[in-house]
């Protein structure tokens, strides 16, 4: 009624007039965006150039965690012994006890992620010129269990291990921000502006370059921040080894030379999280691996569950938890 | 829907397109601004916007039985109802449940135990600033100072308007309004403005605000790191609340202005105020000004002494700080400032001011360290955990990466002060005189930074918890 009113009032007036001059507005957009293109194109060729420093390895705490162990790998000559596998062997091998126990050691656990194909890269580099190295390959049932590796990891490894290799400057337009302005910043701030790692793992280690520096310190051990909460819904417990595991364990094998002594350890899980007969599949489990990755005997037999309290997460020991751990792994090698 | 989306670029997008193709009738064109308003808040929850069109209709038709009722009573009575409507929607939503949860910890400590009721209500987005806005407008008619506007769709277009609905700028419908009656003139140096406060505004949220974030939170959301990071977790907070919230405004002004319209400015470089005055004439000026206009001048002003405007400016400040949260946290902040603020009317009203003259440095170092000190409050969850960082400042070691962290804040910081003093140096009365190339080489710039720092999971803007 109210709105019948006023439009009788009213006279219908135009709602706006543009007084603009299109041609000079589409100039200045288009010269914005030309130049916009012009400034990609000139960052794409100073990446390629080698004018500035190399691209930064410490972008995320991902790419930090992977490219600190390909270091490692690469220097750690003096050491006989390696734990490599995913991210329950980085939290859960806790080198400073190992030397405590007399074992001279190194952590080369990475992330679950990376696929065991490429944790037998770095197992490779740190073989290196050791014809007696002994390698640990440390898996999560989690990880066992994973359908798909990432790809992207992969490559981080790879250019980490391959300093030389740089392929920030091929070019496809899907990548078209990475290969310009994602590769210049990197490049222009890389070692003075540090990154900020996001969550948990911030609070305890803050930056990128800290943590890296953490790691080394530690053997390449790095602490669990969070807290197991089994009141949580978790995904199911009854695991299964993954299809992809077995041509992964394979190549892993492959990458080593021969003569290199490989033994296969399987991390715990919390209590409350097993399943009925949870002990008998992992060792189901373990031998089937132990079987692709041409184990040496004897197997290693660790406590596959260990109390709730001892996590910080279904993959993870707590620090504390973690040191016990590593005590009794240590013990039980000296067996 | 948020505006650093690229859902929000393909939508307005869209909205552009069919605003060009309604420019000869107004009355499609408020349609399509209300219609486009709708689907931008309801995207958050549709259930929000029936409340808001309720609430809005209710604002609608008590301003019209104001404006044509004789009595005074009369009048009271419908402006009275449209106060209860818009407060008491806001108070149940916003306040319930910290009203409740303070009423029962109260109980507790007088040792009265009783159940707590559970309250799971959600907020909805923006409330606080459709109901500042929708209450303004009852407000000034009930005073006489605008007529009612007798047309719905350019009301609820002029209350939803969906650039500035969830985060401000807080419009008066003597300013908003009316250009919804007006046939508005898009020229080209409309849109060019427009477009250099968007792209600031981005640059504020993505380049600034979003670099501070990660900052801020890994000290924030714990509260067992000492030392210094504490001091320089709140200085990187104001970074960020002054890139997120400003660079909302200038994207809210900027799209406004690609559309025809003016909304008010929300900020003028507020971190070079030189007192905390200066700071508030500076700092979220739209809401300023409306509790200056409705509140602060309405409870006497400084009009009945120093003692009482002291108090008035406490009162205001407290309810201020009210406004933003239900939390303890914001009422503490607005005491800090309404303090901080009647301590220095006291001091400029006194003998000793005209004799004494404080160096700009001094002052501005005075005004920064208040409203840091304030952004304490502000950030922290709650008052303990506020109270825990300041004692860890001094008792708690610093944390490893503590020389890290005042490396990255300092950059932020550093990149605050150069886009405040670049912008007080070059305002874009300025900036239309630059020579062509020199405007698109900036924009260019920005809007490179921009692309690197847009992200495929854009972080909300902290003020649409509000």
């Known amino acids: 009624m ?22 000079a507005l589409v100039k200045q957009f288009a010269s914005i965006l030309l130049t916009v293109l012009v400034l990609f194109l000139a960052m794409w060729m100073v990446n390629g150039s080698g004018l500035l420093p190399r691209k930064s390895q410490l972008d995320n705490a991902d790419s930090a965690i992977i490219s600190t162990k390909a270091r490692l790998a690469t220097t750690s000559n003096q050491k006989r012994i390696a734990f490599v596998g995913d991210s329950s062997c980085l939290v859960n091998i806790h080198i400073p006890t190992m030397k405590d126990n007399g074992i001279e050691a190194i952590n080369l656990g990475t992330l679950s992620f990376l696929g065991i194909d490429s944790f037998g890269l770095l197992a490779q580099r740190f073989c290196q010129n050791k014809p007696d190295a002994q390698i640990f390959l440390v898996l999560h049932p989690e990880c066992i269990r994973m359908v798909a590796s990432s790809s992207e990891h992969r490559k981080i ?71 197991f909460d089994a009141s949580v819904s ?36 919390p209590q409350s999280y097993a399943t009925r007969g949870h002990e008998k599949r992992v060792l189901e489990m373990q031998s089937e691996i132990e079987k692709w990755i041409q184990a040496d005997n004897p197997s290693v037999k660790m406590p596959s569950v260990l109390s709730d309290s001892n996590f910080g997460t279904v993959t993870h020991l707590l620090p504390n938890s973690a040191r016990e751990y590593t005590r009794q792994l240590c013990f039980m090698l000296s067996q | 829907m948020i505006f650093n989306s690229n859902i929000f670029l393909l939508f307005f997008s869209v909205v552009i397109l069919l605003y060009w193709l309604v420019r000869n009738h107004q009355g499609h064109r408020d349609w399509l601004i209300l219609i486009a308003s709708f689907i931008f808040y309801g995207t958050w929850d549709w259930r ?15 301003a019209y039985k104001i404006s044509t009722s004789q009595e005074s009573t009369s009048k009271k009575r419908w402006f009275l109802l449209s106060i209860l409507s818009n407060l008491g929607t806001l108070g149940f939503f916003k306040y319930a449940g910290f009203f409740l949860e303070s009423a029962f910890h109260l109980l507790e400590t007088l040792g009265i135990h009783l159940t707590r009721p559970v309250l799971a209500i959600l907020l909805p987005a923006g409330i606080s600033f459709y109901t500042f ?35 401000g700028p807080i419009e008066r419908a003597s300013f908003l309004l009316p250009q919804f009656h007006e046939t508005r003139c898009i020229n080209e140096s409309m849109v060019l403005r427009g477009v250099w406060f968007i792209l600031w505004g981005f640059f504020l949220k993505v380049v600034i605000a979003d670099y501070f974030a990660p900052l801020v939170d890994m000290v924030f959301n714990v509260n067992h790191l000492g030392g210094s990071v504490n001091i320089l977790a709140t200085l990187a907070f104001g970074g ?68 009482r405007t002291f108090l008035n400016i406490c009162l205001t400040f407290l309810l201020a700080g009210l406004w933003h949260g239900a939390n303890w946290t914001f009422l503490l902040w607005g005491l800090c400032h309404g303090l901080a603020l009647g301590c220095y009317r006291i001091w400029r009203t006194s003998r000793i001011s005209s004799s004494i003259r404080i160096p700009h440095l001094v002052g501005w170092g005075m005004t920064m360290l208040i409203v840091s000190f304030g952004w304490l409050f502000f950030r922290a969850p709650s008052v303990s955990h506020a109270w ?35 912008n007080r140096r070059f305002p874009w009365e300025k900036v239309i005189v630059w020579p062509w190339s020199m405007r698109v080489f900036v924009k260019s710039i920005l809007l490179v930074l921009i692309i690197a720092r847009w992200g495929k999971e854009p972080p909300s803007f902290i003020y649409f918890q509000f």
């Open chain 1, 234 to 269: 978790l995904n199911s417990s009854e695991y299964r080894i993954a299809r992809r595991i077995q041509s992964e364990c394979t190549q892993f094998r492959s990458y080593l030379p021969k003569g290199v002594k490989v033994r296969l350890l399987v991390s715990p899980i």
């Open chain 2, 240 to 307: 960020q609340i002054y890139g997120d919230f400003a660079g909302y405004s200038l994207i809210a002004i900027g799209l406004a202005n690609t559309m025809g319209f003016e909304l008010s400015r929300n900020f003028s470089h507020p971190y070079l105020a030189s007192n905390i005055q200066d700071f508030w004439r500076c700092w979220h000026q739209t809401l300023s000004a409306w509790f200056r206009d409705y509140l602060y001048i309405p409870l006497g002003g400084d009009r009945l002494g120093s003692f």
């Open chain 2, 388 to 422: 825990a960082m300041i004692q860890a400042v001094k008792h708690l070691p610093a944390p490893s990466w503590s020389t890290d962290y005042a490396i990255a804040v300092s950059f932020g910081l550093l990149a605050v002060w150069v886009y405040d003093v670049f």
């Open chain 2, 133 to 167: 806005q929708a209450l303004s407008y009852t407000l000034d008619v009930y005073r006489g100072h605008i007529k009612v506007e007798t047309n719905p769709v350019k009301y609820f277009a002029f209350l939803t308007f969906f650039p500035q609905l969830v985060a």
């Open chain 2, 48 to 62: 929000f916007l029936c409340l808001l069109i309720i609430t809005g209709w209710v604002d609608f038709f008590c």
């Open chain 1, 157 to 227: 490894l790879v250019e980490a291990l391959d300093q030389s290799t740089d392929g920030s400057t091929q070019f496809a337009l899907s990548n078209l921000r990475r290969i310009t302005v994602d590769d210049f910043s990197s490049r222009l701030f890389n070692g003075w502006l540090p990154t900020p790692i996001k969550g948990q793992l911030g609070y305890r280690y803050g930056f990128t370059d800290n943590l890296r520096n953490e790691i080394l310190a530690a053997g390449g051990f790095m602490e669990e921040t969070g807290r």
């Open chain 1, 2 to 23: 109210l709105h019948q009113k006023h439009q009788s009032a009213v006279p219908q007036k135009a709602g706006h007039v543009y007084l603009v001059n299109p041609v």
